[in-house]
């Protein structure tokens, strides 16, 4: 299983990004989706996930960020709105596949926010 994440760029603050993450190959069953960031010299953290019909979100995004997913696509999707220049970040997504789950990584895709 391949994830490819889309959607980061540069964007003032205030502003809005969606980020979406596909999956492709051999997907059958996907359980838990998350998005994780990580800031320049800052541990990898977890942003939002989304599993069995809940989803969960940092303190730091509440109310400003949205996870979604389209289970017939095999996509999710991060809408960032609000944005601030501590949310610049590279956005990792993440989904646990099949049975037993096993975790899947995307690649990357960094969000700037400039202030």
């Known amino acids: 299983v391949q994830l490819q994440a889309f959607g980061g760029g540069l964007v003032q603050a205030g502003g809005s990004l969606r980020l979406s993450c596909a999956a492709s190959?051999?997907?059958?069953?996907?359980?838990?989706m998350a998005w994780y960031r990580q800031a320049p010299g800052k541990q990898r953290e977890l942003v939002a996930l989304?599993?069995?019909?809940?989803?969960w979100y940092a303190d730091s995004v509440k109310g400003r960020f949205t996870i979604s997913r389209d289970n017939a696509k095999n996509t999710m999707y991060l809408q960032m709105n609000s944005l601030k220049p501590e949310d610049t970040a590279v956005f990792y997504c993440?989904?646990?596949?099949?049975?037993?789950?096993?975790?899947?990584w995307g690649q990357g895709t960094q969000v700037t926010v400039s202030s």
């Open positions: 190959g051999s997907v059958f069953v996907i359980n838990t």
């Open positions: 993440a989904m646990d596949v099949g049975q037993p789950p096993r975790r899947a």
């Open positions: 989304t599993t069995s019909g809940s989803t």
